[in-house]
């Protein structure tokens, strides 16, 4: 893809973001330039020499450059890196897919080679199901890890770089990762390699010389300038850890920034255990990093057709994952409990819901203030005292409400006025059953709710078990998780998954896990059930989670819903135990996560039609 002409008669390049491609020409040649990119795919900014391309779009119709007769064609060479390498993983998953099997012998790389291609500073042991997944990366320039929690996916990601590093195609390694998971790739980067990577923490003064830079997905975008330059400098790899952070894609800010890099590195990996928390766009997105245009289209292939067996089967190559079943986990089953509200607490909720439907009518396009009412819901669904009190600056972004001002007159407004001060809601009593019974029998408990009002309550309710609190406003994070694993007076851990869904390990100490409420995150909800049950438990461990559920309320439709999402990501990924959660056997972001399919199963809640 290189030119020796000094006047080229058409130039290939990124623009400035590196998502769109920049194709120009000269005068001599407009005529057949207008013709070139009329049979290009999708709009984009154009003159009468020049156009701009999504690069999705670039590669989809990357054939039609083959139109173009006239001699000297000039490649941008971060371009053309990432236009030979989609299309040399495209060329090895079609093979692997139409079971050529003398090409994929060719191609593929074996567990037992793994080792011999690590280096001699490789000194970190490797577990069977890790080595195959290194192998199956290994297989392809650019790749996924979906595995669980516990499989070791940061040794795993970097075992594949020892691996590039020896054949000389990567020589620095950039992660973006979440700041919790700083000291896992640290100590992992300490551990693997005789000679240890040199690694810096993105801002510190060392950084230039590092192989090794992390950085968090909120600085991402404040360093793009700074780490572009440093992927120019040497061929490197990209990692994104915990990637289903980015699931936005291009809309979203980790998202566009993550892309914006992609191109500059040699090779891409991501990882997630998590990987489609609300269906296939995330997988659209997602996959459009590692493999720009090819993962785009093949999600739509292979989804659109709604044969999630048929999907699952044409991405398997494109992904590798060690599911809880390969780790040897002993199994679990979340159970549901559903309960009744009291008939005050009832009266309230239903004039909420009048309320709001009217509001929806009114606002069906607008998904926030949806969102706004969805929250509202989901805290009478708990107390509907919660409704009065404002959101706490230490509250996730997506659930910071004001407290819920009714206009004087109304029936809500007289309602509220008169809420009873005495009696626990039923989520707190039962929760308060459970907690006691777990004590009781020397058990510590986990217990998850939505919001820091609901938090700090519970925290009051539960206080003769000495509780451990863990979220936004938590002064000494570290001091309340290790007072909760050590001291045998503090029963309970009262958190968020939005503050603990990711980056700690409970499952030593703590074996038993209650849900007071949950929102629309099916990703959030498969994370933070992972705090308990993860590589480490003994066998024969009784992991229990009980889900608590308040009738005709919306904690049903929120039941529904991830119900749908986690049958897809189980379905997709071929892994029973995801598909299992979606099935709960019954027991006696402004948005909150809400996507298209949830504001219609709300606004059915709101108008009485629930299917």
Not at 70 to 93: E, K, Q, R, S, Y
Not at 278 to 300: C, M, Q, T, Y
Request: proline letters at 5%; a negative charge.
């Amino acid at each position: 893809m290189s030119n020796p002409d000094t006047t080229p008669s058409l130039r290939l390049s990124f623009d400035v973001t590196r998502t769109r491609v920049e194709l120009r020409t000269t005068a001599a040649y407009q005529s057949d330039f207008a013709r070139l990119i009329g049979r290009l795919a999708g709009t984009g900014k154009r003159g009468a020499l020049s156009i701009e391309v999504d690069l999705d779009d670039f590669l989809v119709s990357l054939s039609e450059l083959s139109t173009w007769i006239h001699p000297g064609v000039n490649w941008d060479a971060n371009l053309a890196t990432l236009v030979t390498g989609v299309l040399d993983d495209t060329d090895a998953i079609q093979r692997r897919l139409a079971g050529d099997s003398a090409a994929i012998s060719d191609f593929d790389v074996a567990a037992e080679q793994v080792i011999s291609r690590l280096g001699k500073n490789w000194i970190a042991d490797l577990t069977s199901f890790q080595k195959r997944d290194i192998a199956r990366l290994l297989s392809l320039r650019h790749g996924a890890n979906f595995s669980v929690p516990g499989a070791g996916k940061t040794r795993v990601a970097l075992a594949v770089y020892a691996a590039v590093r020896e054949q000389g195609h990567a020589k620095r390694l950039l992660v973006v990762c979440p700041k919790s998971a700083y000291d896992a790739w640290k100590q992992e980067a300490a551990t693997c390699f005789d000679e240890p990577l040199r690694v810096a923490i993105n801002g510190s003064t060392d950084a230039v010389g590092a192989e090794l830079r992390i950085v968090n997905y909120e600085r991402l975008d404040r360093a793009l300038s700074d780490l572009s330059d440093w992927l120019r400098s040497a061929p490197a790899m990209i990692v994104l850890d915990e990637a289903h952070r980015m699931k936005l894609g291009a809309s979203g800010t980790y998202g566009s920034s993550c892309l914006a890099l992609g191109p500059l590195a040699s090779r891409r990996l991501i990882l997630t255990g998590t990987p489609a928390p609300n269906g296939a766009r995330d997988l659209e997105n997602l996959f459009s990093f590692v493999w720009p245009g090819h993962g785009k289209r093949v999600i739509n292939d292979a989804v659109g057709g709604g044969d999630l067996g048929y999907a699952s089967n044409v991405l398997r190559p494109l992904f590798t994952r060690t599911t809880k079943h390969e780790l040897g986990l002993p199994p679990y089953e979340p159970k549901i409990r559903y309960l009744d509200m009291p008939a005050d607490s009832a009266e309230i909720y239903e004039a909420l819901k009048g309320n709001f439907a009217n509001e929806a009518d009114g606002s069906r396009g607008n998904i926030e203030a949806l969102g706004r009412s969805m929250l509202r819901l989901l805290m009478a669904a708990i107390s509907p005292a919660l409704l009065l009190e404002g959101s706490s600056r230490y509250e996730p972004v997506e659930y910071q409400l004001p407290a819920l001002r009714p206009v004087p007159g109304s029936t809500v407004y007289e309602r509220l006025k008169n809420i009873p001060t005495e009696g626990l809601p039923p989520k707190y009593e039962e929760t308060v059953r459970i907690v006691a019974e777990n004590a009781a029998n020397g058990r510590k408990t986990l217990v998850w709710t939505t919001f820091v009002r609901s938090l700090t309550t519970l925290e009051r309710v539960l206080a003769q078990y000495e509780p451990a609190t863990v979220f936004g406003g938590t002064l000494d994070r570290e001091e309340q998780l290790q007072r909760f694993k050590r001291d045998p007076n503090c029963h309970v851990l009262i958190s968020n998954p939005a503050t603990l869904g990711e980056g700690i390990s409970l499952h030593h100490v703590c074996h038993d896990a209650v849900y007071v409420d949950r929102d629309f995150m099916a990703g959030r909800f498969l994370q933070s059930l992972d705090r308990i049950h993860r590589l480490g438990l003994p066998p024969g461990t009784d992991t229990r989670v009980t889900i608590l559920v308040t009738r005709g309320t919306v904690d049903e439709v929120v039941n529904v819903r991830l119900h749908k999402k986690l049958t897809f990501m189980g379905r997709i990924l071929d892994d029973p135990s995801v598909q299992k959660l979606a099935d709960l056997e019954e027991e006696p972001s402004l948005s909150a996560g809400m996507d298209i399919a949830d504001v219609r199963a709300l606004l059915q809640h709101l108008s009485g039609t629930e299917d």
